[in-house]
Nanobody, 124 residues
Framework: QVQLVESGGGLVQAGGSLRLSCAAS????????MGWFRQAPGKEREFVAA????????YYAGSVKGRFTISRDNAKNTVYLQMNSLKPEDTAVYYC?????????????????WGQGTQVTVSS
């Protein structure tokens, strides 16, 4: 397993942007597929985006496709979530997750390690 720490959350107005970062410990970060999930108040945690070991393949939830971009820098052991055109309904705690399986996974059960989460609040 890897240890994950998210950062970059905050308060932003609708239409604004934020970039979340997820720093991973461990020397084998490049061997982990990564994902971002979010949990809004009173709702279940949901899939946002995923990226394979190599950065060439990504997958997005329909609600964020075209607005969010997931990327990774294996040299820095970091995965990012660039969020543009933010909407109030994007307000949630955002979590990054890692799995030693290679692929694009939308199910939480496929991930082995989770960060503690970072709050994103979008005001209208």
């Amino acid at each position: 397993q890897v240890q994950l720490v998210e950062s970059g959350g905050g308060l932003v107005q609708a239409g604004g942007s934020l970039r979340l970062s997820c720093a991973a410990s461990g020397r084998t970060f490049s061997s982990y597929a990564m994902g971002w999930f979010r949990q809004a108040p009173g709702k279940e945690r949901e899939f946002v985006a995923a990226i394979r070991w190599s950065a060439g393949n990504t997958y997005y939830a329909g609600s964020v496709k075209g607005r969010f971009t997931i990327s990774r820098d294996n040299a820095k052991n970091t995965v990012y979530l660039q969020m543009n055109s933010l909407k109030p309904e994007d307000t949630a705690v955002y979590y990054c997750a890692a799995t030693s399986r290679n692929g694009l996974f939308t199910l939480q059960s496929r991930y082995d390690s989770w960060g503690q989460g970072t709050q994103v609040t979008v005001s209208s």
